[in-house]
């Protein structure tokens, strides 16, 4: 029996496509002669890259090239390959490439009219590891009559006569516009020809994937920020965006290009320029996108309207379907109008002695504990920032109350809060973390104090050695009897509570505060030393405080291993569950609302689940089932 049948004897290769395309447009063959060029490096990188382990080929080639990556071995032999064949051509004039520092000018004898820019081998760095890697390219016309120089390839992508992209994944793929539209082909390794598989490839209006690099959250805008949540967290009830995210260009693009979708690689505050490259990496990628139905911009500018000024000109990267690319545009409209200078901050001061002042028979007293508090949080943080300088990582040698080992911060964070609101004059007794008894103001330092605080100076110290995000969490009562302090007075519900909140020590440091009428967050600001404004997450705090930014549900229930509940009531619990509810959210034990628990020692624990309305109640939908 024949297999005839099973072959189709009337393919459509790259050459074949572009000819006719060249026909149409009565072209003179010269850029079907330099994309076959093209194809041909390309079939090369891809079988160098399919033995790339066997041939030794792997590893770093011991330097970096002109943007700073590290050159691997593969790097040179595919920028050496492009180069070699498109000057063999004769079809080009001025070839630049991410590897080189300035642009290659050829020989007169060798000379064509084309300018092609590329990057031979991108996501080079995860060549190693064998994840889908590329080439990219963009093919401009000279548009000069002197002498071939730099000035000629700066152009903006808007005058782009082709560009593409080769992927080298499980099979190797050319994806290529001549600005008629976006057609794929894939390399038969049979015949050794680009095959055309996909014809003038649309894109989704709207996808269902995001894909970036998250590692940077603690360096991005708020305009990401801002935009990964509404993808995360939608409020009109629709599914959540997934997330994909391989570290090379050319497989992230082309998912998006195949699936719909965004991809971006913004700018930040450690890269204000961006990090991707106009000419060889932005400008190729954003015509394939805008060619397929799609959209790309840098935030304020379209992509291809951009001038460069020089060949290896950096450029912030957001592109895919069209509706998800107008949403981060949108974005960033909305905060560009945030821009201008704040000359009215609300400090916390000042909302806390406003708030005194709404509140008939204030006396002053509560705004001169939160200062105390706050001054204690300032030094917190200035440590926390200079733990590693300061040697105030690591163990002290001890366990706190509560089992847990102590660090050194621990006890210099429990210090300085212990110190502040004694010398507050507003206290009468305190409870911590790392304090087996109730700590008594001294006499002289509680005249008049009428305050009774319970605090915990530094949760989450056992992530200090890796720098994740850790707080301070305090919970202010008020005195209920005239007697001498005794732990009584601190065994109090959760809903006598006065005043609550904590600190974040993340990206930079936020202090979340409720005296009972709404939560607000206030911002450090280094510079002038008073917290303003609001950001960031992740320990208990930043659980909490992500929680409380974008809704859902922190949990910390009982278990086998810890059936009381692990977290602390008096200093931990009780208030979050104050600052969740304030917020709107709810907080409870799975059977008990938390502000409802009556505290019988002063380091008791409970379960502890707090969210939003609806993620809690179907919490305790399942609580009721299960019992």
């Known amino acids: 029996m024949s297999d005839q049948g099973l072959i189709d004897t009337n393919v459509i290769t790259l050459t074949r496509f572009v000819q006719e395309e060249g026909k149409k447009a009565k072209g003179t063959g010269e850029l079907t002669t330099l994309l076959n060029a093209l194809c041909t490096a390309v079939k090369a990188i891809s079988s160098a890259v399919r033995k790339a382990g066997i041939a030794h080929l792997f590893g770093i080639a011991g330097s970096t090239n002109v943007t700073g990556d590290q050159v691997k071995k593969l790097d040179i032999l595919s920028n050496d390959l492009v180069i070699n064949m498109l000057k063999a051509s004769f079809t080009s004039c001025i070839l630049v490439s991410e590897e080189d520092e300035k642009a290659i000018i050829v020989d007169p004898d060798n000379r064509g009219k084309y300018i092609v820019c590329f990057d031979p081998l991108d996501g080079s760095s995860n060549i190693d ?254 440590a926390v920032r200079k733990a590693g300088l300061a040697n105030l990582q690591g163990m002290a040698g001890s366990v706190n109350v509560t089992g847990d080992d102590v660090k050194k911060l621990d006890v210099l964070s429990n210090a300085l809060v212990i110190n502040m609101l004694q010398a507050s004059f507003a206290t009468c007794c305190m409870v911590s973390e790392e304090n087996k008894e109730l700590i008594v103001t001294p006499k002289e330092k509680r005249v008049g104090g009428k305050y009774v605080v319970c605090f915990d100076p530094l949760d989450g110290s056992s992530n200090i050695d890796c720098l994740a995000s850790i707080g301070t969490i305090f919970a202010i009562y008020k005195r209920t009897s005239e007697d001498e302090p005794t732990e009584q007075d601190a065994l109090q519900p959760g809903r006598h509570m006065v005043c609550a909140g904590y600190a974040l020590y993340g990206s930079a440091t936020l202090v979340a505060l409720s005296t009972g009428a709404g939560l607000n967050f206030f911002m450090l600001d280094p510079d002038g030393s008073a917290p303003y404004g609001a950001r960031y997450v992740g320990s208990m705090v930043s659980d909490i405080h992500r929680t409380i930014a974008y809704g859902g549900i922190f949990m910390y229930p009982a278990n086998e291993k810890s059936p009381k509940g692990k977290l602390r009531l008096l200093y931990e619990c009780n208030p979050i569950a104050f600052l969740i509810e304030q917020a709107g959210g709810v907080a409870t034990t799975g059977t008990q609302r938390i502000l409802d628990v009556q505290p019988e020692a002063l380091h008791q624990r409970v379960p502890f689940v707090v969210g939003s309305p609806d993620d809690v109640a179907e919490y305790l939908s399942f609580v009721k089932k299960y019992q």
């Open 129 to 382: 590891c064998l994840v889908s890697i590329g080439t990219i390219f963009a093919i401009y016309k000279k548009t000069t009559d002197g002498e071939p120089c730099e000035q000629d390839a700066l152009q903006p992508g808007r005058d782009l006569v082709a560009a593409g992209y080769a992927l080298y994944g499980s099979a190797t793929m050319m994806v290529l516009s001549t600005g008629q539209g976006v057609n794929c082909f894939m390399l038969d390794p049979a015949i050794g020809e680009f095959i055309l598989v996909d014809r003038d490839v649309r894109m989704k209006k709207r996808g269902n994937i995001y894909s970036l690099n998250e590692g940077y959250a603690k360096y991005f805008d708020p305009v990401v920020t801002e935009y990964l949540q509404k993808k995360k967290f939608p409020k009109d009830g629709s599914a959540p965006y997934g997330a994909r995210y391989v570290g090379s260009m050319v497989a992230d693009v082309h998912r998006t290009l195949m699936y719909g979708g965004v991809f971006l690689y913004p700018a930040n505050t450690k890269n204000p320029e961006g990090k991707l490259r106009l000419l060889y990496e932005g400008n190729p990628m954003a015509y394939i996108m805008v060619q397929a139905g799609g959209m790309a911009t840098t935030g304020s500018q379209n992509i291809l309207d951009i001038q460069p000024v020089n060949i290896h000109e950096r450029s912030p990267v957001v592109m895919g379907s069209v509706d998800d690319v107008q949403d981060y545009i949108d974005i960033h409209k909305k905060h560009a109008k945030k821009s201008e200078f704040n000359t009215d901050v609300w400090t916390l001061t000042r909302f806390v002695m406003e708030t005194g002042r709404q509140a008939k028979g204030s006396t002053g007293e509560l705004t001169q504990l939160i200062n105390s508090m706050l001054t204690a949080i300032k030094a917190i943080s200035s």
